[in-house]
């Protein structure tokens, strides 16, 4: 897309959406609540869904009611732009785990299909089965092939999920390089190498050797792979790592826990997409707002489910991420 392109309409209408947004206090009041149903009359004054009374377990529902209506937003907005397909990859390749796992298993993973991907789950069943990927991306085509000649020489469900992992980011990184806007392949980049050092710092905590981590490696990050092995082979890897924007973040992941390590992770994307709050007419306003509802429903999820496992308020607060407003 040109970075000439200005969008007027579209991001006066995000700065009004923006408005709706879930702040860091609103999310810390609805952890202190001691009902899971106050939680959810928040919500609903804040625009989403309401939950039919006494079934605040379908919660599930309305999350996913809201983030579709936050993609049918942007595409209505800008359709002819197709930045939101690198939010939507990864509800395709969860969608192709279900659907290969299923064939391989015979066991029916209907529950775990996810709506919003960039192609219908039944054109996705359909190429499966005909082993026929044309009308598929190539990369995705590439993908599935490659699952699939892993779980037959290995037999194992896990060499599925790395191998559509894999595709996942290959995809989202193709179609930011192809968008040509700066602040997407900064995006994307971000996520792979973090990504990358959650991978790592799991790697290590499971005693895993350097080609089992790489088995697991994605590209597209700005950090190389020989990185991640001079680090492997030292007793203090953050010093390989100090050089990079995520030797903060390192830090936390070696010294604070995996949880907390997940925070921060979250955290710094979101530092990133706030930039977006300073440009004017240009697409940023909307691939931040889309990454914030993002970011919001997913620590609405954190909140709500802690609630139903009766988990503490204060545990639950340390747990809630940055919000974008």
């Known amino acids: 897309m040109a970075e000439e392109k200005i969008y007027p309409y579209a991001v006066a209408r995000i700065r009004v959406l923006e408005k709706n947004l879930l702040s860091k206090q609103t999310l810390?009041?609805?952890?202190?609540?001691?009902?899971?149903?106050?939680?959810?009359?928040?919500l609903t004054e804040y625009g989403y869904d309401s939950v039919p009374e006494g079934n605040a377990r379908e919660f599930e529902k309305v999350l996913?009611?809201?983030?579709?209506?936050?993609?049918?937003?942007?595409?209505?907005?800008?359709?002819?732009?197709?930045?939101?397909n690198i939010f939507l990859y990864k509800n395709d390749y969860q969608n192709l785990k279900v659907l290969l796992?299923?064939?391989?298993?015979?066991?029916?993973?209907?529950?775990?299909?996810?709506?919003?991907?960039?192609e219908p789950v039944e054109k996705l069943k359909q190429s499966i089965l005909d082993r026929n990927y044309t009308d598929l991306p190539k990369v995705m085509g590439e993908a599935i092939e490659e699952a699939l000649e892993l779980y037959s020489k290995t037999q194992s469900g896990q060499m599925i999920d790395i191998a559509l992992d894999r595709g996942t980011f290959r995809q989202m990184t193709q179609a930011a390089k192809e968008s040509e806007n700066d602040f997407v392949k900064g995006y994307t980049a971000r996520v792979c190498d973090l990504?990358?050092?959650?991978?790592?710092?799991?790697?290590?905590?499971m005693n895993k050797d350097f080609g089992a981590f790489m088995n697991v490696f994605v590209e597209g990050g700005e950090i190389s792979s020989s990185v991640f092995f001079n680090a492997y082979g030292t007793d203090n890897p953050i010093d390989q790592f100090?050089?990079?924007?995520?030797?903060?973040?390192?830090?936390?992941?070696?010294?604070?826990?995996?949880?907390?390590?997940?925070?921060?992770?979250?955290?710094?994307?979101?530092?990133?997409?706030?930039s977006a709050k300073y440009m004017a007419l240009t697409l940023e306003p909307l691939i931040a707002y889309l990454y914030a509802k993002e970011s919001e429903i997913k620590t609405v999820r954190i909140i709500l489910t802690s609630k139903l496992n009766q988990i503490d308020s204060e545990i639950i607060k340390e747990r809630v991420r940055e919000a974008y407003v």
């Open 64 to 84: 996913s009611a809201e983030l579709s209506k936050t993609y049918a937003v942007i595409r209505e907005l800008v359709p002819e732009e197709k930045f939101i």
């Open 242 to 274: 100090k050089g990079t924007r995520y030797g903060q973040i390192f830090e936390v992941g070696e010294e604070k826990g995996f949880t907390e390590f997940e925070k921060t992770c979250d955290n710094f994307l979101m530092d990133y997409v706030k």
């Open 101 to 118: 796992k299923e064939e391989v298993s015979g066991i029916d993973g209907a529950q775990y299909i996810v709506q919003g991907g960039t």
């Open 28 to 42: 810390n009041q609805m952890a202190e609540e001691r009902e899971i149903d106050s939680c959810l009359r928040t």
């Open 195 to 205: 990504t990358n050092l959650k991978s790592f710092i799991r790697m290590r905590h």
